[in-house]
């Protein structure tokens, strides 16, 4: 389990392998700031409750909000902002490593071939 003492940050590494079961996705409400030509400068924090979100929002005319997936635990200690990049596509790496290394081997000259025999 991830370090849980009083003080010490989590960090989305603490994850890497770990069985999630205490973790869900939720959605939530992210305020930020904006500059004069409206892009993004600084996250003011990330809201449950949209109500209150916009309430934030409201307070001053360069700020904006938007809906984020967030991963956090049940206790709502913990949170990490998950952003969606699409769709991606898991690679087989035993297959991509056969392919290089057969690359790497049509690329040698004759007399490399020759010193290694292939």
Not at 6 to 21: D, F, S
Not at 27 to 48: A, H, I, K, P, W
Not at 50 to 60: H, P
């Amino acid at each position: 389990m991830a370090d849980e003492r009083e003080g010490v940050a989590m960090t989305l590494g603490h994850l890497v392998n770990m069985e999630l079961h205490d973790y869900m996705i939720v959605q939530m409400t992210e305020v930020y700031e904006v500059n004069d030509d409206g892009e993004r400068r600084r996250s003011l924090g990330f809201f449950q409750n949209a109500a209150v979100a916009e309430a934030v929002k409201e307070r001053d005319s360069y700020r904006a909000m938007a809906p984020v997936l967030v991963l956090t635990d049940r206790k709502g200690k913990n949170a990490f902002v998950l952003r969606d990049f699409g769709t991606i596509t898991l690679l087989d790496e035993q297959q991509v490593a056969a392919d290089l290394k057969q690359e790497i081997v049509n690329d040698l000259r004759p007399g490399a071939r020759k010193l290694l025999g292939i």
